[in-house]
């Protein structure tokens, strides 16, 4: 895009103040308060006050000043045609852990692109190593006060940072982190923990020294690295055991106690897989600080048996009472095996508490990116259909909301849903991740 053209809009919100100004689609903005628009921070920045001159111009050249007074805060209703007006900045890392690294050819170009944008962060949540923020990008970040930033730690070993990260600027990268916090700035971040590089004396010494950060270091998880049967030529990581599990989770037990003494938090969250690999029991909800780390799988387990007790308690009170209009039902649901103990005990309550109900559970093997990956949101269409192929499915086939792409009604792999009901003879519905959906799905309620 050029600049000096401004952001072409794609779309104008309904009801929207861009709607009631009369701007519509193939408008450019140019800038705002005479200040041009480099990206997606300056727009929020100056978009925010409750005055603000907008500068536009229109397919034929003609150029509006609108002059807009408004809430503070409040939104123009303007989605433009790149959701970062700028470039969308890839990852120059050559990290050892990296997933992405460890996928197959031939898959969608999308799937192969690194991002490692701080404005990513900011806008949707992504983990960034802080390699590639500019002192621009810091200085912006700073002056605008954005926050919550996410960061990848991996280890706070300067040596040990490079190495892990491949790129000899790694570990001088952690000093912006210093300026963030001097500044006041909100951040999460996360650790992947690589079984003899990063862990044992090492996770110790990075906790430590994180927590200097608190409280503006709010959270830091730490996950288990992610090992495909792609990985030929690439660092030799060997996958955690049972023991090494437990060792993590007795190291990150410690700091929680010392955290929560001293600051009134857990700061350091050990995500699901921790507990699951260790035979261990999940943490209580309190334990989780708010779920901070949800996106990473950090409490998604307690989150939501905690909530699919709600939702029994009162359907158990439906029942009592006498209130409960169901007729008998027959239906399956398939997951990863790292939730399948989980919606197992789930759909065995059920059917316990309601005559009549049949709920057909199946542990998917990945078998496209093999066996030690075991998160629902890394399963294929064709896994699905190739191991529920002639099994009972009922009348419908029930699947957890994350083996989708957001927002479509497609597979990792490109199989559509409608491709997997013709080849499974069944109607396939979407869970969403809440525990009160799932009692609501095997109920068929909306």
Not at 136 to 154: E, G
Not at 298 to 326: H, P, W, Y
Request: net charge negative.
């Amino acid at each position: 895009m050029n600049k000096s053209k401004g952001h072409l809009i794609k779309k104008i919100l309904p009801g929207s103040i861009a709607e009631e100004f009369e701007l519509a689609p193939g408008d450019r903005l140019i800038s705002i308060n005479g200040h041009e628009i480099e990206d997606i921070f300056d727009y929020q920045f100056y978009a925010e006050d409750t005055y603000i001159e907008i500068l536009i111009e229109k397919p034929d050249g003609e150029q509006w000043i609108l002059e807009v007074d408004k809430e503070e805060d409040e939104d123009l209703g303007i989605e433009f045609d790149n959701g970062l007006m700028d470039e969308y900045r890839s990852c120059h890392n050559k990290c050892i852990f990296c997933f992405i690294d460890q996928m197959p050819k031939g898959m969608r170009d999308t799937l192969y692109f690194k991002d490692d944008d701080s404005r990513l962060s900011f806008l949707q949540g992504n983990y960034v190593t802080l390699t590639n923020m500019s002192d621009h990008d810091l200085d912006r970040i700073i002056q605008y006060h954005l926050s919550p930033i996410n960061i990848s730690f991996q280890t706070m070993n300067p040596e040990l940072r490079c190495k892990m990260l491949n790129n000899r600027f790694a570990g001088e990268a952690l000093k912006k982190v210093d300026r963030l916090n001097e500044a006041g700035i909100e951040m999460n971040g996360q650790i992947v923990l690589c079984k003899g590089v990063n862990d044992g004396e090492e996770l110790a010494f990075s906790i430590r020294e994180m927590m200097r950060y608190i409280p503006n270091l709010q959270s830091v998880s730490v996950v288990p690295v992610g090992l495909s049967k792609y990985r030929d030529g690439l660092f030799p990581l060997e996958p955690f055991t049972r023991e090494d599990a437990r060792e993590v989770l007795s190291t990150i037990h410690h700091y929680q106690n010392e955290s929560y003494q001293k600051y009134g938090n857990h700061f350091i969250h050990a995500s699901d897989e921790w507990y699951i690999l260790a035979g261990e029991e999940l943490p209580q909800e309190e334990n989780y600080d708010g779920y901070l780390q949800l996106e990473n799988g950090v409490g998604m387990m307690r989150l939501l048996l905690n909530e699919f007790e709600e939702a029994v308690k009162e359907l158990q009170e439906k029942i009592s009472a006498g209130t409960l209009d169901f007729s008998s039902r027959e239906i399956s649901m398939a997951t990863a095996r790292l939730a399948y103990p989980f919606i197992r005990d789930m759909a065995a309550r059920m059917m316990e508490m309601v005559p009549g109900l049949m709920i057909h559970v199946y542990e998917i093997r990945n078998d496209f990116f093999g066996e030690m990956i075991t998160v629902s949101g890394l399963l294929t269409g064709q896994d699905l259909i190739a191991q529920l192929t002639g099994k009972e499915l009922g009348e419908a086939l029930y699947l957890p909301q994350n083996v989708l792409r957001s927002g479509e009604e497609v597979f990792l792999d490109d199989v559509t849903v409608t491709e997997m009901e013709k080849a499974l003879q069944v109607k396939v519905d979407i869970i969403k991740s809440s525990g009160r959906d799932f009692v609501n799905a095997v109920l068929d309620r909306a």
